[in-house]
Antibody
Framework: QVQLVQSGAEVKKPGASVQVSCKAS????????ISWVRKAPGQGLQWMGW????????NYSQTFQGRVTMTKDTSTSTAYMELRSLRSDDTAVYYC??????????WGQGTKVIVSS | QSVLTQPPSASGSPGQSVTISCTGT?????????VSWYQHYPGKAPKLMIS???KRPSGVPDRFSGSKSGNTASLTVSGLQAEDEADYYC?????????FGGGTKLTVL
């Protein structure tokens, strides 16, 4: 079946970086883009950016520009999101989602990232 | 703060209808027919309920419908059921990026 499976939970110290992976299966990886969304405690969903699984071109939210990098590995059908210079308010659940005509139709299970000293 | 404005809460009794609004600008909601709605239970992944303003994905009950007028999109849940109690978010394409609403907590009384 069509699914996105994300990497496991992470605990990081302030100032560190985190990389979350998102492995796609059940569809042609390069046919769609992947968006990344996060949900911080007590906050709403927040769109972080998008990567074309075909070309690797990216669009990042202004909020994260300069701190986030999204990449993909077509050979393993995997997308990656790296967030740098982590702060305590980056503590959140991070989701990847398949982007189908600007709607996010398939979601990963989420990856919890805790930033704490 | 979120770019799209949603009411923080909405409620209705079982069987009633509830409409949740999502207000943006001509640069997002009003400029494109790419508004989608998501149902989110705490601790679970969000679920797509409506795409492209009013398209319902396979498996989504026809009690859920979407519409748009000008810079405001709406999600209507008819025949409310207990399991509809969740957070609902709108998202709109906005050129090179996407923008979310702040979310609406739907309570079934």
């Amino acid at each position: 079946q069509v699914q996105l499976v994300q990497s496991g939970a992470e605990v990081k110290k302030p100032g560190a970086s985190v990389q979350v992976s998102c492995k796609a299966s059940g569809y042609k990886f390069t046919s769609n883009g992947i968006s990344w969304v996060r949900k911080a405690p007590g906050q709403g969903l927040q769109w972080m950016g998008w990567i074309s699984a075909y070309s690797g071109s990216t669009n990042y939210s202004q909020t994260f520009q300069g701190r986030v990098t999204m990449t993909k590995d077509t050979s393993t059908s995997t997308a990656y999101m790296e967030l740098r210079s982590l702060r305590s308010d980056d503590t959140a659940v991070y989701y990847c989602a398949r982007d189908q005509r600007h709607a996010l139709d398939i979601w990963g299970q989420g990856t919890k990232v805790i930033v704490s000293s | 703060q979120s770019v799209l404005t949603q009411p923080p809460s909405a409620s209705g009794s079982p069987g009633q209808s509830v409409t949740i609004s999502c207000t943006g600008t001509s640069s997002d909601v009003g400029g494109y027919n790419y508004v989608s709605w998501y149902q989110h239970y705490p601790g679970k992944a969000p679920k797509l309920m409506i795409s492209e303003v009013s398209k319902r994905p396979s498996g989504v009950p026809d009690r859920f419908s979407g519409s748009k007028s000008g810079n405001t999109a709406s999600l209507t849940v008819s025949g409310l059921q207990a399991e509809d109690e969740a957070d609902y978010y709108c998202i709109s394409y906005a050129g090179s990026n996407k923008v979310f609403g702040g979310g609406t907590k739907l309570t079934v009384l």
